[in-house]
T-cell receptor, first 114, second 116 residues
Framework: GDSVTQMEGPVTLSEEAFLTINCTYT??????LFWYVQYPGEGLQLLLK?????DKGSNKGFEATYRKETTSFHLEKGSVQVSDSAVYFC?????????????FGKGTKLSVKP | NAGVTQTPKFQVLKTGQSMTLQCAQD?????MSWYRQDPGMGLRLIHY???????DQGEVPNGYNVSRSTTEDFPLRLLSAAPSQTSVYFC???????????????FGEGSRLTVL
């Protein structure tokens, strides 16, 4: 079945460092890909998304490119801030293979130190 | 603009007790779902619904029941609580089908359940 694998955390960075969180997926057909963010004590909110190959999603300085040839959707940010400390989830939604349910990776906790 | 509303936010139960987690959305979304979040496990789908009167099982449905009598509401029932059901529960909704559906799920703030 469809699945998402993302890098294990936790990840600890200093402020202004470069961030990469790796995400790869397995799916039939052409899923949509998402990054969700969960701040402490809150629910999940959409960070960015891409719906087809070579699309780049971007928001709040974060970017991810849908790479079908490598089945990847890595999250990047050039300069992280303390306020970016959160748990990040990669997810896919595949109306062809998973009844349209959102399938999540296990999450990567990011801590940014001043 | 309430979005997805979950109640209660916190609940403590004893083993064997039953309870219902409430979920309501005001966005006229066809699709609704319940996830549980456990440390190191990410979010796992419990049950979902693609419209009023239609429900189906997700990855971890055992011990939970759902119903969808209206478009707005999707309650999750624990029939006989067990310590293994200690978790944080999230309700989420989205448009269904094509058209308005961008695939994005909208989440509630979560309900933290402890079963002693």
């Amino acid at each position: 079945g469809d699945s998402v694998t993302q890098m294990e955390g936790p990840v600890t960075l200093s402020e202004e460092a470069f961030l990469t969180i790796n995400c790869t997926y397995t799916a039939t057909g052409y899923p949509s890909l998402f990054w969700y963010v969960q701040y402490p004590g809150e629910g999940l909110q959409l960070l960015l998304k891409a719906t087809k190959a070579d699309d780049k999603g971007s928001n709040k300085g974060f970017e991810a490119t849908y790479r079908k040839e490598t089945t990847s959707f890595h999250l990047e940010k050039g300069s992280v801030q303390v306020s970016d400390s959160a748990v990040y989830f990669c997810a896919l939604r595949n109306y062809g293979g998973s009844q349209g349910n959102l399938i999540f990776g296990k999450g990567t906790k990011l801590s940014v130190k001043p | 603009n309430a979005g997805v509303t979950q109640t209660p936010k916190f609940q403590v139960l004893k083993t064997g007790q039953s309870m219902t987690l409430q979920c309501a959305q005001d966005m006229n979304h066809e699709y609704m779902s319940w996830y549980r979040q456990d440390p190191g496990m990410g979010l796992r789908l419990i049950h979902y619904s693609v419209g009023a009167g239609i429900t189906d099982q997700g990855e971890v449905p055992n011990g939970y029941n759902v119903s969808r009598s209206t478009t707005e509401d999707f309650p999750l029932r624990l029939l006989s609580a067990a310590p293994s059901q200690t978790s944080v529960y999230f309700c989420a909704s989205s448009y269904g089908g094509t058209g308005k559906n961008t695939g994005e799920l909208f989440f509630g703030e979560g309900s933290r359940l402890t079963v002693l």
